[in-house]
């Protein structure tokens, strides 16, 4: 079964066309240079130009998962997509979003997921069924796939149930007041190299 990484990794060939290394040549010795790299950090600042910051936040963490983006060029968009998060917003990103979480680190230690955050799953864990990286994102696949826009969500609640219960957010879908579906999210860690992450995995229960 692949592992986490690898996962990342096939999301973002999706999403931008290649996380594959290429060998390159500076002053004739040979060096490797990640594709993709460029293109990432181009599609996450569209997405914060348009207000799509739960989209640009979930590209960002698995760009920096998976190599795509130096720790720096990170830093930046995350502080990019604050600064727009500080404005009005209108539309997707009014729906409830998780911030990123970097608790403080204990001196002399290496902060990982299961020191930082041992109450809750790593997304590796999380059943495969868990794709969408936010309620937004789900609303909008059940919108494509039901050929209907006037979706919406109704009683939020706590999951009681499933990977991440008491943890978790469990939200109804109606459409014309009937229910056609739920959307189930979990808050989920990954273990990066600057240290862990944390953000929100959804999936759709027809």
């Not at 930046?76 to 009005?88: G, N, T």
Request: hydrophobic share 30%; with cysteine; aromatic share 4%.
């Amino acid at each position: 079964m692949p592992g986490w990484r690898e996962v990342l990794c096939y999301g973002l060939v999706l999403l931008l066309g290649g996380c594959s290394r290429a060998p390159s040549t500076v002053r004739g010795e040979p060096t490797e240079r990640v594709k993709g790299g460029d293109s990432a950090t181009l599609h996450i600042r569209a997405l914060i130009a348009k207000g799509q910051l739960a989209e640009a936040e979930a590209l960002l963490v698995e760009a920096i998962a998976t190599g795509l983006v130096s720790w720096e060029a990170a830093s930046r968009l995350r502080e990019a997509i604050r600064q727009r998060r500080q404005r009005p917003q209108h539309g997707s990103d009014d729906l409830p979003v998780t911030p990123w979480v970097t608790p403080e680190e204990p001196p002399g230690e290496r902060r990982t997921c299961a020191t930082a955050f041992p109450s809750h799953p790593t997304c590796h864990e999380l059943p495969e069924e868990y794709t969408y990286h936010g309620v937004q994102q789900a609303l909008n696949a059940m919108k494509e796939k039901l050929g209907a826009k006037n979706l919406t969500l109704h009683s939020p609640d706590t999951s009681r149930s499933g990977p991440c219960p008491g943890i978790g957010d469990h939200y109804n879908v109606r459409k014309n007041g009937e229910r056609v579906g739920s959307i189930t999210c979990c808050p989920c860690c990954v273990d990066t190299e600057p240290g862990p992450l944390m953000w929100v995995r959804c999936r759709i229960v027809w």
